[in-house]
C-alpha cells in the first residue's frame, strides 16, 4: 500500500470576479488567504491517472504499475476511503481488439461509473465505447458506441440521463463538441467555431458549461502552410461560455483561459471549477456562480473531480523519482469562502 506522506500546504489563494465585474469595474486580482492543506490518499502504490469520486466513501482510479507502463497497461480500481481497501473493476478486452485503453472517468447522474475505452483493431483504425459499471450489481453495461475513429474524451450527462454531450478531442487544439439525444444520434454543436469542447452538463439541469474559440489565431506566414503554427495554436486562449440546454441564450462566462481541459459543477450546481491558465496564473480553479469570485485553489493543472457533498476536490499531485513523474490521489478542503 502507498505510505501516507506528510500534509502538503498550497500556498495562496488568488480571487477574482468574474467577466461581469470585469466589464463594469476593471477590478484587478489580488493574492492572499488561507492555505488548504492536501491530504494523501493511501492508495496502491503505483501511477494514477483518470479519476472520478463516486461516493463519500468512494474513488474509482485508473490505475498502472508505473509511470512507464503504455497507455493500455492500465485498470480501473475502486479505493473506499472508509476501510482504505481497493478492488479493481473486471473488465474484458473485446475480442477484436489488438490493444485498448481506458479514457475519461465520470461520475453519472444515476450515481455509478462512466468510462471511455479505446480499441485499437488489428488493422489500421480504433473505436471508442462509453460504458457503465453499475455499482449495485458489479457489472458494465454498454452506453454508446461512437463511430470508428472518433477521438472520444470528455463526457457529461443530462441529469435524467436522456442524452449527453461528448467532446471529440483534438489534443487541445482542434477539439469539436457533439450532443446525443435519447435517440442515440450524435450531432456537433457550434461546427463554425475555431475548436468547442470540454462540456459539463448542470446538475440543476437548465444550463451547460463549456470551453470554445470563436476565432482562432491569425494564420502567420509559414512557408509551407501559412496555417497558425502547432504552438501557437496550442497557446490561444479558449472562453468559458454558458448556455440554456436547448441551445438559447449563449453567453461568454469568463473569457481568455488558456488550455482548459476540464470543467466540473459542483454537485449542487452553483459553482464551477475549471483546470487552465488565467491571468498567467495555471492551477485548479473554483469560479462560484452567486458570488462571482473566482479563486485558483490549486496552483497545477491536473485532473480533479468534486466529493458529493462538494466540500472537497480529489485530485492527482505529482513528484519527480528516479527521472519519472509519478502521480498519486491527494484530497483538498475547498477553501471555507468557495464552499457555498
Known amino acids: 500500500m502507498y505510505q501516507c506522506k506528510p500534509m502538503i500546504k498550497v500556498r495562496g489563494l488568488v480571487l477574482f470576479t468574474i467577466l461581469i465585474c470585469l466589464l463594469l ?9 488561507s492555505e488548504p492543506v492536501a491530504s494523501v490518499v493511501p492508495v496502491q502504490e503505483g501511477n494514477y491517472g483518470a479519476l472520478a469520486w463516486l461516493k463519500p466513501d468512494l474513488l474509482a482510479l485508473e490505475y498502472a504499475t508505473s509511470p512507464s507502463a503504455r497507455w493500455w ?24 481488439c489488438r490493444v485498448g485503453g481506458f479514457g475519461h472517468l465520470g461520475r453519472l447522474p444515476n450515481g455509478n461509473l462512466g468510462f471511455t475505452y479505446e480499441c485499437h483493431f488489428e488493422e489500421i483504425g480504433f473505436q471508442t465505447t462509453l460504458y457503465m459499471w453499475d455499482l449495485e450489481s458489479e457489472t458494465w453495461h454498454t452506453l454508446y458506441e461512437f463511430p470508428e475513429s472518433f477521438a472520444a474524451d470528455d463526457f457529461s450527462f443530462a441529469p435524467d440521463m436522456s442524452g449527453f454531450l461528448q467532446e471529440s478531442t483534438g489534443d487541445g487544439i482542434f477539439n ?34 463549456f470551453a470554445a474559440t470563436k476565432e482562432g489565431p491569425e494564420a502567420s506566414t509559414n512557408l509551407f502552410s501559412g496555417a497558425p503554427g502547432l504552438q501557437e495554436a496550442m497557446y490561444h486562449p479558449w472562453d468559458i461560455y454558458l448556455m440554456d440546454t ?8 469568463l473569457p481568455d483561459v488558456v488550455g482548459v481541459h476540464i470543467i466540473k459543477w459542483s454537485p449542487e450546481g452553483n459553482r464551477l471549477a475549471f483546470w487552465g491558465t ?16 473566482l479563486a485558483r485553489t490549486w496552483p497545477e493543472e491536473i485532473l480533479f473531480d468534486w466529493s458529493p457533498d462538494g466540500q472537497q476536490l480529489v485530485l492527482l499531485a505529482q513528484e519527480e523519482r528516479d527521472g519519472e513523474t509519478w502521480r498519486y490521489p491527494i484530497i483538498i478542503d475547498v477553501p471555507a469562502e468557495m464552499a457555498d
Open 278 to 293: 488565467y491571468n498567467d496564473d495555471e492551477g485548479i480553479w473554483i469560479l462560484n456562480m452567486a458570488t462571482s469570485k
Open 246 to 253: 436547448d441551445g438559447d441564450n449563449l453567453r461568454v462566462l
Open 176 to 209: 469539436e463538441l457533439y450532443q446525443v439525444n435519447e435517440a442515440g444520434e450524435l450531432n456537433q454543436l457550434f461546427p463554425d467555431y475555431y475548436r468547442a469542447g470540454v462540456p459539463a452538463w448542470s446538475p440543476v439541469g437548465n444550463t451547460i458549461a
Open 25 to 33: 469595474s476593471g477590478c484587478s486580482a489580488t493574492t492572499g488567504g
Open 73 to 96: 497497461e492500465t485498470q480501473i480500481l475502486l479505493y473506499n476511503l472508509d476501510n482504505s481497501e481497493w478492488k479493481p473493476i473486471p473488465f474484458d478486452k473485446p475480442d477484436d
